[in-house]
């Protein structure tokens, strides 16, 4: 089992995901709210590159299924116009969103998806379910490929943190193989462990969500280990496994 990332959705691409596992990660905030949804019982969700595919996705849906669609999307944290909801996971209570199906748009973390497809497995990764696909990863023991979303075309730190975290509770139970990418994440969080929360809400994407008015969004994608549920992307959609 050897790990390796990639910093940027852009620089996801097929050579360095095929034939291996992917991990999407986009804490701030696309990766939390899929895990959020999903743990509070969205049936799926499904993951669109453009606002216009998930708008025809719902009107085509409208005639085949009976469960009510929600759109969900923002670009640069402003909610798509025509949307339900923005990127904010205090949206995604169990009263908003069980039972329904979520056609997503990001800026970020819906691109890194549509750019791993090409991998043979991809799960998605956060912090609120970190332990539980850091074990998944150790049981399949397949390289693996941390694939940090970032803001457009741009590495951000909390991505980072969230993979080398995982890498850490992996390499600790496996002694695995990390590329030089992996190496970087994992050296710096060694480095930065004892004081990594105060590191997470002072990284740029932190102060831009605080700037806009989505401070409260921190904490819940701040926060470690709170469920076991592992989503999963399969056929186009992403579902949640345990």
């Known amino acids: 089992m050897k790990l390796d990332a990639v910093f940027t959705a852009e620089q996801c691409r097929e050579d360095l995901v095929k034939g291996k596992t992917a991990v999407i990660i986009d804490v701030l905030r696309s990766t939390t709210v899929i895990t959020t949804a ?13 606002a ?19 759109l969900a999307g923002e670009y640069r944290c402003v ?24 056609a ?14 090409p991998a043979d497995s991809l799960y998605i990764l956060c912090m609120l379910n970190m332990e539980a696909l850091a074990r998944r990863l150790v049981q399949e023991n397949r390289d ?25 509770r992996i390499h600790e139970k496996t002694g695995c193989g990390l590329t030089d990418a992996a190496s970087l994440l994992w050296e ?15 990284v740029d994407h932190s102060q831009r969500l605080r700037d806009w008015g989505f401070g409260a969004d921190l904490a819940p994608c ?6 076991p549920l592992v989503p999963v992307y399969e056929s186009g959609l992403i579902k949640a496994s345990l």
């Open 144 to 168: 693996t490929v941390f694939v940090c979303s970032g803001a457009i075309g741009r590495f951000s730190l909390e991505d980072g943190i969230c993979a080398a975290v995982c890498i850490d």
């Open 188 to 202: 710096f969080y060694r480095t930065r462990r004892e004081n990594i929360q105060q590191v997470l809400y002072s």
């Open 79 to 102: 909610k798509l116009p025509g949307f339900d909801l923005d990127n904010s996971p205090r949206l995604y209570d169990r009263k908003t969103v069980e039972n329904k199906i979520i």
């Open 38 to 50: 999903l743990n509070n019982g969205a049936l799926w969700i499904v993951p669109f590159a453009k």
């Open 104 to 117: 997503m748009v990001t800026t970020n973390g819906t691109v890194s998806i549509m750019n791993a497809r």
């Open 222 to 227: 701040f926060t470690l280990d709170t469920t």
């Open 52 to 70: 216009g595919e998930a708008l025809a996705f719902r009107d085509e849906q409208k005639q085949k299924n009976p469960a009510e669609i929600l």
